[in-house]
């Protein structure tokens, strides 16, 4: 059984950092891609970031590029992003998701099999 469990979120003002963790378990974590996803007020759930298992290969949405960067630490079975410069926009819950093995990166969320119950970031202004 696979397990993701996200931590990190908070409330912060405009222009703060928050640093999310996933913890992951269940299967071999340095095999397949990961990504994070976000869900803000009244939207549909929208792809942020995803990492190839080495993480050689990243992937942004235009509107965090610059400011927010995914990470994974192998040995600690762990998924990182790293949100700075935020902005009230970036309010939502952001998920950590599973993908498959290789490098092709995705940000369809059909791609993505396994989930976390997400984290709550609140920016405020």
């Known amino acids: 059984q696979v397990q993701l469990v996200e931590s990190g979120g908070g409330l912060v003002q405009a222009g703060g950092s928050l640093r999310l963790s996933c913890a992951a378990s269940?299967?071999?974590?340095?095999?397949?891609?990961m990504g994070w996803f976000r869900q803000r007020p009244g939207k549909e759930r929208e792809f942020v970031t995803a990492?190839?298992?080495?993480?050689?290969?990243?992937l942004y949405v235009d509107s965090v590029k610059g400011r927010f960067t995914i990470s994974r630490d192998n040995a600690k079975n762990t998924l990182y992003l790293q949100m700075d410069s935020l902005k009230p926009e970036d309010t939502g819950v952001y998920y950590c998701?599973?993908?498959?093995?290789?490098?092709?990166?995705?940000?369809?969320?059909?791609?993505?099999?396994?989930w976390g119950q997400g984290t709550q970031v609140t920016v405020s202004s």
């Open positions: 998701a599973s993908d498959g093995r290789g490098t092709v990166l995705s940000g369809a969320s059909s791609r993505y099999n396994y």
């Open positions: 269940g299967r071999t974590f340095s095999s397949y891609r």
């Open positions: 990492i190839s298992p080495t993480s050689a290969r990243t």
